[in-house]
């Protein structure tokens, strides 16, 4: 079976850093990793993603200050977030896209960044 396990969140202050992991479990081949968010009320949007030959793509709003990454031996994505600002409040969900096979989501994470 295919499980996603995220860490890494909590509560910050502006200007602070986090950094969030999905840990991926189950034998899985050809996998993009994706980093989405969601606020109370709000639609779920697309923060990151690293496909499997490491070529990124960032939502504008975090553009410069995320950073996506992956380690494939370890089976690990993660999302670096530095100059955190109170909008990038959000529930934030790991996604692993296994090419072919289906998609699957992490339980999410809360990052809270408060003044």
């Known amino acids: 079976q295919v499980q996603l396990v995220e860490s890494g969140g909590g509560l910050v202050q502006v200007g602070g850093s986090l950094r969030l992991s999905c840990k991926v479990s189950g034998t899985i081949f050809g996998w993009t990793m994706g980093w989405y968010r969601q606020a109370p009320g709000k639609e779920r949007e697309m923060v990151a993603t690293?496909?499997?030959?490491?070529?990124?793509n960032y939502a504008d709003a975090v553009k410069g200050r995320f950073t996506v990454s992956r380690d494939n031996a370890k089976g690990t994505g993660s999302l670096q977030m530095n100059s955190l600002k109170a909008e990038d409040t959000h529930i934030y969900y790991c996604?692993?896209?296994?090419?072919?096979?289906?998609?699957?989501w992490g339980q999410g994470t809360q990052v809270t960044v408060s003044s």
């Open positions: 996604n692993l896209v296994w090419k072919g096979v289906g998609t699957y």
């Open positions: 690293i496909n499997t030959g490491g070529g990124t």
